[in-house]
Nanobody
Framework: QVQLVESGGGLVQPGGSLRLSCAAS????????MGWFRQAPGKEPELVAAITSGGSTNYADSVKGRFTISRDNAKNTVYLQMNSLKPEDTAVYCCAARPVPTYSSTPSEYAYWGQGTQVTVSS
């Protein structure tokens, strides 16, 4: 089994920054691609960013140029640096992982999930 634990969420003013972390433990050999999803109230989950073990990345159009995903394989941790935050970025952000080296925008194609962390962008 794989456990994913997120941290770093919180309340930030528009234009501010936050960095989310997702630490993996357990059967980490079964992890390849990892991603960050977010879900706002009344909306469907959205893939924000994803990264493979080889470092290939993918971003939602809404966050390109503002968010950066990275991973430290030695620490089994993936990060999401979020800059120039907007109120519409407010959501619960969840880390997800899958055992194949390609990312997917479909939540059901990820085998492992963290518990989520709230990000609120408000003045």
């Amino acid at each position: 089994q794989v456990q994913l634990v997120e941290s770093g969420g919180g309340l930030v003013q528009p234009g501010g920054s936050l960095r989310l972390s997702c630490a993996a433990s357990g059967s980490i050999f079964s992890i390849n691609a990892m991603g960050w999803f977010r879900q706002a109230p009344g909306k469907e989950p959205e893939l924000v960013a994803a990264i493979t073990s080889g470092g290939s990345t993918n971003y939602a159009d809404s966050v390109k140029g503002r968010f950066t995903i990275s991973r430290d394989n030695a620490k089994n941790t993936v990060y999401l640096q979020m800059n120039s935050l907007k109120p519409e970025d407010t959501a619960v952000y969840c880390c997800a992982a899958r055992p194949v080296p390609t990312y997917s925008s479909t939540p059901s194609e990820y085998a492992y999930w963290g518990q989520g962390t709230q990000v609120t962008v408000s003045s």
